[in-house]
């Protein structure tokens, strides 16, 4: 006689739940192991790597990249630039790469995408949706480097600031303060932009300038209100750490009222997890022995 088909599932399900969880534990030992390698070991390979990727852009990516130059007009070269600059100038590229990467990228995505529609007798559609999202991937990916840098640089700011204020009421002044908020501060793109403003000012610029160029880098509405309240106060003669104190207030309440918004969106977000994911889940365990009783006659 044969097992009933629940009983089969209940001898196999454990069996296949242990073979998950040791597959699980081992791919999480895996990842340990190589996490804990030598730093030598991965000095070296993330030397390999930093060398192999200059030959492929000093190959193809650069010679691209100067006659994309010539060719490009001025203006989207400068729009390209300034999500450049917004990112924190990944890799080191210019706008004439980012260019280049967008080519090559549609290139390979294009081949792929030939290769896929001659497999699955896919259509002429597949190969302009190929040619466009490689056209598009360097862009997204300049993208979302641009708007983690600036989420960084948002939340570091209130923290920052409460420093700056602390360092000048302690009386430091202005250049030092922020090479105190630097030096104490959490290491990040706020830490890196105040830096550039530092050698700036230690170069002889004025205050004002140096500002004005830290907001036109980051071009962040919360980082240039701040910087405009700064030069409105150095020119009225206005005391600097009051400014810094009203200030230091203004920005934890942003950020309170920043939190809050986030978690009444969060419940928004949360219907199409729940209706697309959680819920067919949940009738399918309810639901799902009352349907195989019905149609096959079994039992549990």
Do not use: H
Request: net charge positive.
């Amino acid at each position: 006689m044969t097992a009933p088909a629940p009983q089969i599932l209940s001898v196999v399900a454990p069996l296949l739940t242990a073979a998950f969880a040791a597959t699980a534990f081992l791919a999480a030992s895996r990842l340990y192991a190589r996490s804990s390698a030598q730093p030598e070991t991965q000095d070296r390979r993330a030397s390999s790597e930093r060398g192999a990727l200059a030959i492929v852009r000093a190959a193809i990516i650069a010679r691209l990249a100067a006659r994309n130059e010539i060719w490009m007009p001025c203006s989207r070269l400068a729009q390209v630039d300034g999500w450049l600059r917004k990112a924190g100038r990944p890799l080191e590229l210019t706008a004439g790469e980012v260019v280049a990467l967008m080519q090559v990228a549609a290139v390979l995505f294009l081949a792929g995408a030939v290769a896929l529609s001659c497999w699955l007798r896919l259509g002429f559609a597949a190969w302009s949706l190929g040619l466009v999202g490689g056209a598009a991937y360097p862009l997204l990916w300049l993208r979302d480097r641009m708007r983690v840098r600036q989420r960084a640089i948002v939340r570091g700011l209130p923290y920052g600031i409460d420093l700056l204020t602390l360092a000048v009421e302690a009386g430091l002044d202005f250049t030092a303060a922020l090479a105190k908020v630097v030096e104490k501060g959490p290491k990040g793109p706020l830490a890196e932009e105040l830096s550039v403003a530092i050698r700036e000012l230690r170069m002889g610029k004025t205050r004002e300038d140096a500002l004005r160029q830290l907001a036109r880098r980051v071009d962040l509405p919360p980082l240039t209100s701040f910087v405009q309240a700064l030069v409105q106060a150095d020119r009225m003669g206005t005391p600097l750490g009051k400014v810094l104190r009203v200030l230091s207030t203004q920005m934890r309440m942003e950020r309170t009222q920043r939190a809050e918004k986030l978690a009444n969106e969060a419940p928004v977000k949360l219907v199409l997890p729940l209706v697309f994911f959680i819920f067919p889940t949940l009738f399918l365990v309810l639901f799902g022995p009352i349907g195989y009783q019905v149609l096959f006659g079994g039992s549990f």
